[in-house]
């Protein structure tokens, strides 16, 4: 059963003219617990403040004028906070590796990216890989604290306890296709009568005959919504309307052996690439080959930087959902337990999340250089400048720039869907992988083994999902299920649910 927010409505205090916090009395090793001591502020906090360099790292594509944009960063804040920042990249595909390994060797690092789909916010918090954010917040970043809803601090928590920043921008999942616009004029496609994806098959069919060159079409992330089942977590998952909650793996239900059998049958007929498995996409879709896709996040002013992605070419959305509230997890700021400077790393966030000058640097880089204005607060960005980077993984959009293309209320509406979205019945429920880790560890590896073959239809799926199963359960994953269901039904039971 759907419901909406009523009570848990986001009403999200959001500004970018917040100035720097204030901070406790410190020497040059500032402890990492807050202390109750009077906040300094002004010219004491700046004699106080021992210089310091912060290392961040993020993962995406190395920069390649990086250093020029860490130079007028580091201009900036450094009258502000006595500090600087190196940032580091790390491919994406490398991150979590990465991070495991200099986690693991117990170098001194600040700050780092993490998520509930890469370099698993809740499995590493739970390790201790995250420094406790609370009291740290509560002292050295005020204005960031006060600058979102308390909900979204909830949803950022863990056992009722902070270890990563929200780095706040849509917040709500409407998933439907992509579709480059010049190619849905040229062959009649009628967005209003795409209610599912075997109503964009014609579309496909008519690019796979005429456009010899292009690719009709790539898959993305199974959704399970969207056959009407809601979430335990990414995978385990309930009926819609089912009073008893019983969780099943999403693998291991008709819905998703059809929606994969449809895709099996794309890839056969040609409409998926023949080597989506394996091959990079993003060079396609750079170069304006992908006629359409499937999108998960189909957000106000989406269209703009579809278009950015599809080498210039207009994008059109088609949604086949409603908004749904999915949380602040998708993208998060951690301080590493290994930091010397946890309190300066705060205040740096603190900073960035309210100083739409310092988030716009980080985002777009040097005016003239990276970027040049298109509007008051409209930018265009410049064609391999040597710094693009993913704002989304730095702070709150909504202190940013709006990219050429997008409408002057693109915020706005992102907030309206953020307040809007359904949120699902257990809505705040989290799973604790602690008593079942190394079985977590095990599937988790199953299904990279298994997932990519199947979710881009490269293979049978009656032959595949069977072993697919076989193989979660000979994981651990049975076990991981009767957990999900031991927390779930004691969470139900407190919340008089169950």
Known sequence: ???????????????????????????????????????????????????????????????????????????????????????????????????NTLLSSGEAFDLLWTANWSFLYEPNASKGAFLELDGLLSQYAPELKASLPSMIWEDAKLKSKLYAIPNYQISAKVYGFVVQKRFAEKYGLDPAKVKGLRDLEPFLAQVKQNEPDLIPYTPGEYVHQMYGYDGVNNVSVYKRGDKNFQVVDFVDTPEYMAHHKLLHEWYSKGYIPKDIATADMSQFKSAGKIVSNFGVTLKPGGEAEEKTRNGGHDAIFIPLSQPEFTGVQATLTAISRTSKNPERAMMLLN????????????????????????????????????????????????????????????????????????????????????????????????????????????????????????????????????????????????????
């Open 1 to 99: 059963m759907k419901r909406k927010m009523f009570g848990l409505v986001l009403p999200l205090c959001l500004g970018s003219g917040l100035v720097l916090g204030a901070c406790s009395n410190g020497d040059a090793k500032e402890n990492s617990q807050a202390s109750s001591a009077p906040a300094a502020t002004g010219t004491e906090q700046k004699k106080e403040l021992a210089p310091v360099e912060l290392t961040w790292y993020l993962p995406g594509n190395v920069q390649a004028d990086i250093a020029s944009v860490e130079k007028a960063v580091n201009e900036y804040i450094k009258p502000k906070l006595n500090a600087t920042i190196k940032l580091n990249m790390v491919t994406s595909g490398s991150y979590p590796e990465k991070m």
């Open 351 to 498: 900073l960035i999340n309210t100083d739409s000058t310092l988030y716009n640097l980080l985002s777009f880089g040097i005016e003239g250089k990276h970027y040049e204005k298109a509007g008051t607060n409209t930018i265009r960005k410049i064609k391999d400048s040597g710094y693009a980077m993913d704002n989304w993984r730095l702070g709150n959009v909504t202190n940013g720039y709006l990219i050429e293309g997008q409408a002057e209320n693109t915020w706005e509406l992102t907030k309206k869907m953020n307040e809007s979205a359904v949120i699902p019945q257990i809505f705040g429920f989290k799973f604790d992988t602690t008593p079942v880790k190394t079985e977590y560890a095990n599937v988790t590896a199953t299904r990279k083994e298994f997932q990519k073959a199947i979710e881009t239809g490269t293979v049978n799926p009656e032959e595949y999902i069977p072993k697919y199963v076989e193989a979660l359960k000979k994981s651990g994953n049975d076990k991981i299920l009767a957990e999900h269901q031991r927390q779930l039904d004691a969470w139900l039971k407190e919340k008089g649910m169950k």
